[in-house]
């Protein structure tokens, strides 16, 4: 049961990952479209590059697991940034809130499954 657990983990952890790294290739190499969509959000374009560089360094430190404070912060990090963007997107009714419903699942699967796989 524990290398089924465990095995269900890393494919969570790794559709998280890979939404969040997706995420912060689409911040970095399509900014006007990005800016587009954080104006119409009301959120100020200068959070675009902070933003990508903390998703990835967030996913850099989830998958390496050399730091289990630092893996805290960042699935606390990724649940509020994904919790702020399902409301931005409900808010102005864009369909946007679906991708971060799934991304808060495979959030919230990936760091409860760690835990009951690490202990």
């Known amino acids: 049961m524990h ?16 939404l969040m790294i997706y995420s912060s ?10 800016k587009s969509y954080f ?7 200068y959070l ?8 990835i360094t967030g996913v850099v430190v ?3 697991n050399w730091n289990k404070t630092l893996k805290e912060w960042a699935y606390a990090a990724f ?7 399902f409301f931005a997107h409900y ?9 971060a419903l799934f991304a808060f699942l495979f959030l919230l699967i990936s760091y409860f499954l760690g835990k009951k796989v690490r202990s």
């Open 91 to 99: 808010m102005i009714k864009d369909g946007g809130q679906n991708m």
């Open 39 to 45: 104006e119409k959000l009301g959120y100020p374009n």
């Open 62 to 64: 989830i998958l390496t």
């Open 3 to 18: 290398t089924y657990l465990k095995f269900l983990y890393w494919i969570f952890t790794v559709l998280f990952s890979l």
């Open 79 to 85: 649940f509020f940034e994904i919790l702020l963007a």
């Open 48 to 55: 675009i590059y902070p933003l990508a560089v903390l998703k």
């Open 25 to 34: 290739v689409m911040y970095l190499s399509k900014y006007e479209i990005i």
